[in-house]
Each structure stands twice: as C-alpha cells, then as structure tokens.
C-alpha cells in the first residue's frame, strides 16, 4: 500500500496523515503525565516528612500533660505532704533501672523527674504549691513541664523563631488544679 494513499475508510489527506502525528503527541502526552506525578509524589514526600514531625510534637505535648496530671495525682494521695513537692526540677538523665526510695514526696519526686527524662527531651519541670484562701486543708498546685523540640520550618524553609535562638525550641505546659 502507498504511504500517501488514503486508509480505507478515510476520505481526506488529513485523516492519512494522522498516524504520523499521533506517535509524537503521545509520548509528549506521557512525558508531561510522568513530570506532574512526579511533582505530587515529591508533594506527597514533603507532606509526609512534615506529618511525622507534628506527630513527634504531639507526642511529646501528651506526655507533658500526662506527667503533670501523674505528679498531681501523687500529690493528692500524699496531700498532708502537699507543701513539701514545691520546687524547680531541672533535668536528670534517664534511669530505666529506676527503683523508689526514701520517703514518699522524695520518691515521688524522683520518679517524676526521672519520668520526665525517659520521656520527653531534656525534660525538666517545676511545682508551686500554696494553701488556698488561708484553708490548711485545701491546696492549689501548678505544674510546669519544659522540654526541647528540634525548631520548625515554614513552607519556605525558613525558621519560624528569631535568628537568635538556636536550633532548638522550648515548649511547655502549665497546669493548675485544686488538690
């Protein structure tokens, strides 16, 4: 058969000529399908990277609030002793051997702190008790949970926290309740 000669059922030097076309448009067709899926899968990457941090973040808040309402509890069940968990707690390292000792706010205490080193990074954290409206048997306590976050990046890339701080941020937690 010619090559310039019309297929069956096609009339027209256009429609001949289509075939030859057609190849080329494809694969531009393709190559421009492989570019855009391959953007969303970088997109979809990115996504996935900026998932896992917030789920750390998370994280990490869950267990600030959990170690908070852990010490309070303590307090509560020791509430004679209530005065005696004051104080600034500064980080410790972690001790999985862990084993209580001494008397019950000492026990409690190194328990929580050691707890806030297992859990969080750089953990460390603060009580204020005081007596509530001149009543001996009532307490306010407030609790402080600080620990150490890797800084977060906006879309940009760039930092969002001032060019002064380091690569890391402070996060915290304060709880105040009634014992």
């Known amino acids: 058969m010619d090559a310039g000669a019309p297929r069956l059922g096609c ?28 953007l969303g899968l970088l997109g979809l ?6 998932t896992l941090t917030l ?4 994280f990490h808040r869950t267990q600030a609030v959990n170690l908070a309402y ?15 968990y004051a104080g600034d707690y500064g980080a410790v ?3 999985t051997e862990f084993a209580r000792g001494g008397s019950l706010v000492t026990a409690d205490l190194a328990e929580w702190r050691n707890a806030l080193a ?9 009580i204020a008790v005081t007596n509530v409206a001149g009543d001996t048997r009532r307490f306010e306590a407030t609790v402080q949970v600080l620990w150490v ?12 926290l001032s060019p002064d701080e380091d690569d890391h941020t402070r996060r915290q937690i304060i709880f105040a309740t009634e014992l």
């Open 149 to 160: 976050e890797a800084r977060l990046r906006n879309e940009e890339g760039a930092d969002q």
């Open 118 to 126: 297992c859990h969080l990074p750089s953990g460390s954290g603060s």
């Open 11 to 38: 009339r027209s030097r256009l429609c001949a000529d289509r075939g030859v076309h057609a190849r080329g448009f494809t694969l531009i067709e393709v190559l421009i399908a492989v570019v855009v899926l391959s």
């Open 93 to 95: 390292t972690c001790n």
């Open 70 to 84: 852990e010490i309070t509890d303590q307090m509560r069940a020791n509430r004679a002793s209530a005065l005696d």
């Open 55 to 58: 789920t750390k973040s998370s």
């Open 45 to 50: 990457a990115a996504l996935q990277g900026a």
